[in-house]
């Protein structure tokens, strides 16, 4: 089956250490997403990748960081200097066509 | 820049009668739109989305969408709702049709009651 997949479903860290999300697609797709969702604020993008060893800063990527070693995968670490990490993370892949899919999301508690 | 403004954070609606969310769009050019849905901690669905063909879209589990351009809305709608339409809907507007981040609204819920 073509998809995406995020793991862990779950992620639970102490404040002031850095954690990885993982993202992997095999859809074959150039571009990756990575959206933070809190409630009441919609998705609000962090980075993106449009092809492999590229990738751009969203609205909120300030104190986070990606890489794009290879097309099917995206990891994300959300570092020690976001404020509020606790969140949902959803990550999604695109074709030429223009529709996004997106994996099951990461649920980030930090305490 | 573009954006997108949905109309109500909340939307309760009874078993069998219409579903209406509203979105609005601003762009300086023909956009490329979007409805997604959401259930309970999970991803992202897609429903249907305008590229600029038919400005009536039809999408999965009986959603359609019509695009007004004097308007600038892109409203979603269904005839009847099912309690299984109970989740988070998205509208999101793009000005490229592919590779280019989305742009999304805030969402809004709706709740579907027996």
């Known amino acids: 089956d073509g998809g995406i997949t995020q793991s862990p479903k779950y992620l639970f860290r102490k404040e002031g250490q850095n954690v990885t999300l993982s993202c992997e697609q095999n859809l074959n797709h150039d571009a990756m997403y990575w959206y933070r969702q809190d409630p009441g604020q919609g998705l609000r993008l962090i980075y993106y990748?449009?092809?492999?060893?590229?990738?751009q800063k969203g609205d909120i990527a300030e104190g986070y960081s990606v890489s794009r070693e290879k097309k099917e995968s995206f990891p994300l670490t959300v570092t020690s200097a976001q404020k509020n990490p606790t969140a949902f993370y959803l990550c999604?892949?695109?074709?030429?066509?223009?529709?996004?899919?997106f994996g099951p999301g990461t649920r980030l508690t930090v305490t | 820049a573009q954006s997108v403004t949905q109309l109500g954070s909340h939307v309760s609606v009874s078993e069998g009668a219409l579903v209406l969310l509203r979105c609005n769009y601003s762009s300086s050019v023909p956009p490329y739109l979007f409805w997604y849905v959401q259930y309970p901690n999970q991803g992202l669905q897609l429903l249907l989305k305008y590229t600029s063909a038919a400005t009536l879209v039809k999408g999965i589990n009986g959603f359609e969408a019509e695009f007004k351009k004097s308007e600038t809305s892109f409203h979603l709608t269904k005839p009847s709702a099912h309690m299984s339409d109970a989740a988070e809907y998205f509208c999101?507007?793009?000005?490229?049709?592919?590779?280019?981040?989305?742009?999304f609204g805030k969402g809004t819920r709706l709740s579907v009651i027996a």
């Open positions: 999604a892949s695109s074709s030429r066509v223009g529709e996004q899919y």
């Open positions: 999101a507007v793009t000005l490229n049709s592919g590779n280019t981040p989305l742009v």
């Open positions: 990748s449009q092809i492999v060893n590229d990738f």
